[in-house]
Protein backbone atom coordinates (compact mmCIF):
# COMPACT_ATOMS: atom_id res chain seq x y z
CA UNK A 1 0.00 0.00 0.00
CA UNK A 2 1.16 3.61 -0.75
CA UNK A 3 1.64 5.08 2.47
CA UNK A 4 0.08 9.10 2.26
CA UNK A 5 3.28 10.52 1.52
CA UNK A 6 3.32 8.95 -2.03
CA UNK A 7 -0.55 9.92 -2.48
CA UNK A 8 0.20 13.26 -2.16
CA UNK A 9 2.97 13.47 -4.43
CA UNK A 10 0.92 11.33 -7.31
CA UNK A 11 -1.86 13.83 -6.64
CA UNK A 12 0.30 16.68 -6.71
CA UNK A 13 1.98 15.34 -10.50
CA UNK A 14 -1.44 15.41 -11.69
CA UNK A 15 -2.83 18.70 -11.15
CA UNK A 16 0.06 20.24 -12.78
CA UNK A 17 -0.60 17.93 -15.67
CA UNK A 18 -3.85 19.08 -15.96
CA UNK A 19 -2.57 22.54 -15.11
CA UNK A 20 0.04 22.50 -17.99
CA UNK A 21 -2.93 20.73 -20.73
CA UNK A 22 -4.96 23.62 -20.08
CA UNK A 23 -2.05 26.18 -20.60
CA UNK A 24 -1.06 24.53 -23.83
CA UNK A 25 -4.52 24.13 -24.91
CA UNK A 26 -4.96 27.67 -24.20
CA UNK A 27 -1.83 28.67 -26.57
CA UNK A 28 -3.22 26.69 -29.36
CA UNK A 29 -6.46 28.21 -29.28
CA UNK A 30 -4.89 31.41 -29.39
CA UNK A 31 -2.61 30.86 -32.03
CA UNK A 32 -5.10 29.42 -34.33
CA UNK A 33 -7.71 32.41 -33.99
CA UNK A 34 -6.04 35.25 -36.20
CA UNK A 35 -8.98 37.57 -34.73
CA UNK A 36 -7.40 37.40 -30.91
CA UNK A 37 -3.66 38.13 -32.36
CA UNK A 38 -5.43 41.03 -34.06
CA UNK A 39 -7.02 42.00 -31.42
CA UNK A 40 -3.85 42.49 -29.01
CA UNK A 41 -1.73 44.38 -32.12
CA UNK A 42 -0.14 47.42 -31.86
CA UNK A 43 -1.31 47.77 -27.66
CA UNK A 44 -5.05 46.70 -28.43
CA UNK A 45 -5.17 49.20 -31.62
CA UNK A 46 -8.41 47.59 -33.85
CA UNK A 47 -7.06 46.98 -37.51
CA UNK A 48 -8.50 49.15 -39.57
CA UNK A 49 -11.10 48.20 -42.49
CA UNK A 50 -9.79 47.61 -45.92
CA UNK A 51 -8.19 49.81 -47.71
CA UNK A 52 -5.42 51.21 -45.52
CA UNK A 53 -5.33 54.38 -45.06
CA UNK A 54 -2.92 56.37 -47.47
CA UNK A 55 -2.06 59.92 -47.28
CA UNK A 56 0.03 62.15 -49.32
CA UNK A 57 3.35 61.21 -49.79
CA UNK A 58 7.20 62.71 -51.09
CA UNK A 59 8.17 60.97 -54.45
CA UNK A 60 11.86 62.29 -54.20
CA UNK A 61 11.91 60.33 -50.45
CA UNK A 62 10.62 57.36 -51.93
CA UNK A 63 12.55 57.20 -54.69
CA UNK A 64 15.79 57.69 -52.54
CA UNK A 65 14.27 55.19 -50.41
CA UNK A 66 14.18 52.47 -52.80
CA UNK A 67 17.41 53.02 -53.97
CA UNK A 68 19.24 52.78 -50.92
CA UNK A 69 16.96 49.73 -50.40
CA UNK A 70 17.57 47.70 -53.40
CA UNK A 71 21.21 47.37 -52.06
CA UNK A 72 19.79 46.05 -49.18
CA UNK A 73 17.99 43.08 -49.77
CA UNK A 74 17.02 43.34 -53.76
CA UNK A 75 14.30 45.49 -55.99
CA UNK A 76 10.68 44.12 -54.54
CA UNK A 77 11.78 44.92 -51.04
CA UNK A 78 13.51 48.26 -51.40
CA UNK A 79 10.21 49.57 -53.61
CA UNK A 80 7.91 48.14 -50.76
CA UNK A 81 10.45 49.37 -47.79
CA UNK A 82 10.62 52.64 -49.41
CA UNK A 83 6.51 52.96 -49.38
CA UNK A 84 6.13 51.28 -46.40
CA UNK A 85 8.50 53.46 -44.22
CA UNK A 86 7.14 56.74 -45.94
CA UNK A 87 4.06 55.35 -44.61
CA UNK A 88 4.78 54.73 -41.07
CA UNK A 89 6.03 57.58 -40.76
CA UNK A 90 3.20 59.64 -41.91
CA UNK A 91 0.46 57.29 -40.86
CA UNK A 92 1.91 54.64 -38.08
CA UNK A 93 -0.25 51.44 -37.46
CA UNK A 94 -0.83 49.57 -38.99
CA UNK A 95 2.28 49.91 -40.88
CA UNK A 96 4.14 49.63 -38.43
CA UNK A 97 3.19 46.08 -38.15
CA UNK A 98 3.98 45.26 -41.84
CA UNK A 99 7.39 43.84 -42.62
CA UNK A 100 8.85 44.20 -45.27
CA UNK A 101 11.42 41.00 -45.05
CA UNK A 102 8.19 39.22 -46.57
CA UNK A 103 8.79 40.58 -50.30
CA UNK A 104 12.61 40.16 -50.21
CA UNK A 105 11.87 37.05 -51.86
CA UNK A 106 11.12 38.85 -54.95
CA UNK A 107 14.24 39.87 -56.65
CA UNK A 108 15.31 38.25 -60.26
CA UNK A 109 12.09 38.35 -61.01
CA UNK A 110 10.72 35.93 -58.51
CA UNK A 111 13.91 34.03 -58.34
CA UNK A 112 13.08 32.75 -61.92
CA UNK A 113 13.09 35.88 -64.24
CA UNK A 114 9.32 36.66 -63.90
CA UNK A 115 7.57 40.23 -62.99
CA UNK A 116 10.33 42.86 -62.30
CA UNK A 117 10.50 42.58 -58.35
CA UNK A 118 10.36 46.10 -58.02
CA UNK A 119 6.85 46.03 -59.75
CA UNK A 120 5.89 43.41 -57.23
CA UNK A 121 7.00 45.36 -54.74
CA UNK A 122 5.07 48.42 -55.88
CA UNK A 123 1.36 46.79 -57.08
CA UNK A 124 1.62 44.67 -53.51
CA UNK A 125 1.76 48.53 -51.97
CA UNK A 126 -1.28 49.59 -54.48
CA UNK A 127 -3.31 46.69 -53.64
CA UNK A 128 -2.93 47.58 -49.82
CA UNK A 129 -3.93 51.24 -50.28
CA UNK A 130 -6.64 51.04 -53.17
CA UNK A 131 -9.58 48.83 -53.53
CA UNK A 132 -9.79 46.31 -56.16
CA UNK A 133 -11.06 47.94 -59.26
CA UNK A 134 -9.06 51.15 -58.67
CA UNK A 135 -5.80 48.82 -57.83
CA UNK A 136 -6.15 47.11 -61.31
CA UNK A 137 -6.05 49.99 -63.06
CA UNK A 138 -3.76 51.41 -61.47
CA UNK A 139 -1.61 48.33 -61.70
CA UNK A 140 -2.21 48.44 -65.28
CA UNK A 141 -1.04 52.31 -65.93
CA UNK A 142 2.20 51.15 -64.00
CA UNK A 143 2.83 48.61 -66.21
CA UNK A 144 2.13 50.34 -69.04
CA UNK A 145 4.78 53.04 -67.92
CA UNK A 146 6.73 50.65 -67.29
CA UNK A 147 7.49 49.68 -70.45
CA UNK A 148 7.45 52.57 -72.29
CA UNK A 149 9.84 54.90 -70.44
CA UNK A 150 13.54 54.94 -70.65
CA UNK A 151 14.99 53.60 -67.79
CA UNK A 152 17.07 54.34 -65.62
CA UNK A 153 15.97 58.29 -64.35
CA UNK A 154 17.38 57.93 -61.24
CA UNK A 155 21.13 57.40 -60.45
CA UNK A 156 22.81 59.78 -57.84
CA UNK A 157 25.97 57.43 -57.70
CA UNK A 158 26.81 57.57 -61.68
CA UNK A 159 24.85 58.24 -64.77
CA UNK A 160 24.05 55.00 -66.44
CA UNK A 161 25.80 54.58 -70.01
CA UNK A 162 22.32 53.80 -71.27
CA UNK A 163 18.84 54.15 -70.37
CA UNK A 164 16.81 51.29 -71.88
CA UNK A 165 12.82 50.66 -72.98
CA UNK A 166 11.74 47.50 -71.20
CA UNK A 167 9.92 44.86 -73.75
CA UNK A 168 7.80 43.57 -71.45
CA UNK A 169 7.12 43.79 -67.18
CA UNK A 170 9.31 40.28 -66.75
CA UNK A 171 12.79 40.73 -65.33
CA UNK A 172 14.75 38.48 -67.72
CA UNK A 173 13.82 40.59 -70.59
CA UNK A 174 14.30 44.10 -68.98
CA UNK A 175 17.30 43.51 -67.24
CA UNK A 176 19.09 41.77 -70.85
CA UNK A 177 17.80 44.15 -73.17
CA UNK A 178 20.34 46.70 -70.61
CA UNK A 179 23.22 44.77 -70.00
CA UNK A 180 23.17 43.86 -74.31
CA UNK A 181 22.96 47.60 -74.63
CA UNK A 182 25.25 49.10 -72.23
CA UNK A 183 27.75 45.77 -72.85
CA UNK A 184 27.87 44.39 -69.34
CA UNK A 185 27.32 41.55 -67.31
CA UNK A 186 24.75 40.97 -64.43
CA UNK A 187 27.79 41.28 -61.33
CA UNK A 188 28.74 44.28 -62.94
CA UNK A 189 28.40 47.51 -60.62
CA UNK A 190 27.27 49.53 -63.49
CA UNK A 191 23.68 46.69 -63.66
CA UNK A 192 23.11 46.82 -59.98
CA UNK A 193 23.01 50.75 -60.08
CA UNK A 194 20.83 50.61 -62.92
CA UNK A 195 18.49 48.05 -61.20
CA UNK A 196 18.95 50.22 -57.75
CA UNK A 197 18.01 53.26 -59.81
CA UNK A 198 15.22 51.28 -61.75
CA UNK A 199 13.45 50.41 -58.28
CA UNK A 200 13.28 54.24 -57.59
CA UNK A 201 11.95 55.05 -60.75
CA UNK A 202 9.35 52.07 -60.00
CA UNK A 203 8.55 53.68 -56.36
CA UNK A 204 8.60 57.16 -57.21
CA UNK A 205 5.75 56.43 -60.38
CA UNK A 206 3.77 54.12 -57.86
CA UNK A 207 3.65 57.51 -55.30
CA UNK A 208 2.90 59.54 -58.16
CA UNK A 209 -0.55 57.56 -59.24
CA UNK A 210 -1.40 57.38 -56.03
CA UNK A 211 -1.12 60.88 -55.20
CA UNK A 212 -3.16 61.26 -58.20
CA UNK A 213 -5.65 59.06 -57.73
CA UNK A 214 -6.35 60.67 -54.25
CA UNK A 215 -6.79 63.87 -55.39
CA UNK A 216 -3.43 65.04 -53.53
CA UNK A 217 -1.41 66.14 -57.04
CA UNK A 218 -1.70 66.08 -60.71
CA UNK A 219 0.24 63.13 -62.33
CA UNK A 220 2.96 64.22 -64.16
CA UNK A 221 3.17 63.31 -67.54
CA UNK A 222 5.96 61.03 -68.50
CA UNK A 223 8.17 61.92 -71.58
CA UNK A 224 7.02 59.99 -74.54
CA UNK A 225 10.16 57.60 -75.91
CA UNK A 226 10.94 58.58 -79.82
CA UNK A 227 10.91 55.15 -81.88
CA UNK A 228 13.80 53.99 -83.01
CA UNK A 229 14.29 53.99 -86.86
CA UNK A 230 14.99 50.89 -88.41
CA UNK A 231 18.26 51.15 -90.15
CA UNK A 232 19.54 49.42 -93.67
CA UNK A 233 23.20 47.52 -93.49
CA UNK A 234 24.55 50.12 -94.80
CA UNK A 235 23.36 53.16 -92.70
CA UNK A 236 23.55 54.40 -89.20
CA UNK A 237 22.90 57.32 -87.29
CA UNK A 238 25.59 59.84 -86.52
CA UNK A 239 25.98 62.74 -84.29
CA UNK A 240 27.00 65.87 -83.84
CA UNK A 241 27.34 68.51 -81.46
CA UNK A 242 25.84 71.64 -82.79
CA UNK A 243 24.62 75.06 -81.19
CA UNK A 244 21.29 73.96 -80.01
CA UNK A 245 23.06 70.57 -78.93
CA UNK A 246 23.37 67.18 -79.88
CA UNK A 247 22.76 66.93 -83.94
CA UNK A 248 21.81 63.33 -84.84
CA UNK A 249 21.84 62.45 -88.41
CA UNK A 250 21.11 59.23 -90.59
CA UNK A 251 23.91 58.14 -92.34
CA UNK A 252 23.87 56.02 -95.76
CA UNK A 253 26.86 54.68 -96.59
CA UNK A 254 27.67 53.97 -101.12
CA UNK A 255 29.21 50.87 -101.74
CA UNK A 256 32.76 50.78 -100.16
CA UNK A 257 32.93 54.95 -99.05
Not at 117 to 134: E, F, K, P, R
Amino acid sequence: MRNEKEVIQMQTRREFLKKSAALLGSAAVVGSVPGLLKAQAEDGQEVPAYPYPYVELDPAYVEKLAYEGYFENGCCFGVAKAILVALREKVGYPYTVIPEEMFANGKEGYTCGTLCGALGGAVAMIGLVCASADSRQLTKDLFAWYCSTNLPIYQPEAAAPVQTVAPSVNCIDSITKFMTAANVERGDIIRKRRCGGLSGDVARRTVELLNAHFGFAELPVASPVAEEETLAPNEYIGEAQSFGGTLRVKVTMDGDK
